[in-house]
């Protein structure tokens, strides 16, 4: 019974001793935020790197020849290595000749490139659309529940949606819910009889080109009317509809496209639809406009507005000041757990390619940090990592450059270091976010957790001269005398008073940390801050 109780108590020493090596330091503005990055991190759509991918462009098929015949005239099949050309409109067909230009990709030949795009530190796979359509791009949906035969079937995206979860990651496709394509079923009944159940999905009226409103005047584009019940219940609020069926089997989310045609209202309806289904499902909108205002009705936007100050930063026509002060505005209006579910984008399928916008190297490596480490999930177009040129659409959707795949490329391997410093940071992942008083014409910012250690400081000099620019951090862990360590191999800073001198070079961008581990003696000024 002695050597039980002796046991007991030295057991109870034992835990006082590692509760006294181990205090907890949290203070009170510590406190009021824990929990919180852990409950960030635990939702996939929060910072995320995503992966665009056109399909037919993607990846050459492996069974072209035995689907030839589902690309018959006026549609023509290209060889892999002709580059995506501006062709003429047809009157005919109501379309641009290059929107039945093919290059034969599929769902399978997607499948066969996921390994690639696990390589890159992709965490999402996000498809442009692949129900059935007559264009090469899917946008006029003659099905939505089918699959375009040129890319495959439902059990190829069930396959798809499989494999991308083998590896860790999340599929989201594209939802094109404003219109549907002029030769759909639903479109041609309505047109060909007043009395068809069809006729109230679509505003019809001889006042319109081709009969009914359609989308910016594209008589292919026929707008559907989301005023009438049946054309919602069919795309988002029945438990069989678009939205729902295609998550339960697999999807993870929808980027919708047009979002801001869909408008407030339904855009909330169909978000709840969604969520209703899956409740970590992602539902991210194409809106150019300022995103203020529409969270809660989804969970993100695609960020033109800041894709385009990024732009003209990097291309030296806005300067840093303006620049942060913007951003800073656009971040601090926002609901802020939204802003990390939107998706930061430099180029897409609508844009000219990054590698065309920015040409010089440095200023497009600049803009990408920017990308990686400004709050948000960040989207890389397919082909960009190889910096891919293209203008305006069709030019920017050439197919994929797989030639140029090399591990010495060296846009490829600044994307894998961009990807794999956000992995191994994640303060810049799901952090907070608070602009840093700086001197000159440099961009500062923080993001930053509850943890010292996790503190990251971005600096960006977008000019062609050398700075040396004075900081000012608001982080009172930031211990005087300690030493900022830039993680894209530049030079290191010191901490003095609050304050840092950054000698930072000509267009480039660093992201320091700060070294806290204790010195060779084994002091740290770190030792009883969390």
Not at 56 to 66: I, K, Q
Not at 362 to 380: C, D, H, I, Y
Not at 426 to 446: I, N, P
Request: net charge neutral.
């Amino acid at each position: 019974m002695k050597k039980c109780f002796l046991g007991f108590a030295l057991l109870a020493l034992a835990m006082q001793v590692t509760a006294q090596e181990k205090p907890n330091y949290a203070n009170a503005f510590d406190q009021a935020v824990a929990g919180r990055y852990e409950a960030r991190e635990k939702d996939w759509r929060n910072g995320a790197v995503v992966y665009q991918v056109l399909v037919d462009r993607f990846a050459p098929s492996t069974n072209l020849e035995a689907k030839r015949g589902r690309y018959a005239s006026p549609k023509t099949l290209h060889p892999w290595s002709k580059p995506a050309e501006r062709g003429t409109y047809s009157e005919q067909y109501k379309l641009w000749t290059h929107e039945i230009d093919f290059w034969g990709g599929d769902l399978p030949s997607t499948l066969s490139r996921l390994d690639y795009i696990k390589s890159l530190g992709a965490d999402v796979l996000y498809l442009n659309p692949i129900h059935l359509a007559y264009t090469n791009h899917k946008y006029d949906a003659l099905d939505y529940h089918a699959v375009s035969p040129e890319f495959g079937t439902r059990d190829d995206v069930k396959a798809l949606a499989a494999g991308v979860k083998a590896r860790g990651m999340k599929l989201v496709l594209d939802g094109v819910f404003n219109h549907m394509g002029r030769n759909s079923l639903p479109f041609q009944a309505a047109l060909a009889d007043e009395q068809s159940p069809y006729r109230q999905w679509f505003v019809m009226g001889n006042q319109f080109p081709g009969g009914a409103r359609s989308w910016y005047g594209a008589e292919n584009l026929p707008e559907l009317n989301l005023e009438h019940a049946a054309v919602r219940e069919h795309l988002f609020e029945a438990p069989d509809s678009v939205v729902r069926k295609y998550l339960r089997e697999g999807v993870d989310g929808w980027r919708l496209d047009v979002a801001w045609d869909l408008g407030f209202t339904h855009l909330a309806a169909l978000t709840r639809a969604a969520h209703a289904e899956k409740p970590d499902a992602l539902v991210v909108a194409e809106i150019p406009n300022y995103p203020k205002e529409w969270f809660p009705a989804v969970d993100g936007v695609l960020h033109f507005g800041l894709r385009n100050l990024t732009l003209r930063l990097a291309n030296r026509e806005l300067d840093a000041p303006t620049y942060a002060r913007m951003v800073n505005r656009l971040i601090s209006e926002a609901s802020y757990e939204h802003l990390l579910k939107s998706w930061v984008y430099l180029d897409n399928h609508d844009t000219p390619r990054l590698a065309t916008t920015v040409p010089e190297r440095k200023a497009r490596q600049l803009a990408q940090v920017l990308q990686f480490t400004l709050p948000g999930s960040a989207n890389l177009y397919y082909g960009t990592e190889v910096a891919m040129e293209g203008g305006d659409d069709p030019e920017t959707r050439s197919p994929m450059r797989w030639d140029k795949v090399a591990a010495n490329h060296p846009d490829l391997a600044w994307t894998k270091a961009l990807t794999q410093l956000r992995r191994n940071h994640w303060a810049l992942r799901v952090g907070d976010y608070r602009s840093v008083e700086a001197s000159g014409d440099v961009v500062a910012f923080e993001r930053f957790t509850d943890r010292v250690a996790d503190s990251a400081l971005v600096v960006v000099n977008p000019t062609l001269a050398a700075i040396t620019t004075t900081l000012m951090v608001p982080n009172s862990k930031w211990m005087d005398g300690a030493t900022l360590i830039d993680q894209l191999g530049g030079e290191n800073a010191t901490v003095k008073a609050s304050l840092a001198v950054v000698k930072i070079p000509a267009q480039t961008a660093q992201v320091f940390k700060l070294d806290t581990l204790p010195t060779k003696d084994g002091y740290s000024p770190f030792k009883r801050v969390q």
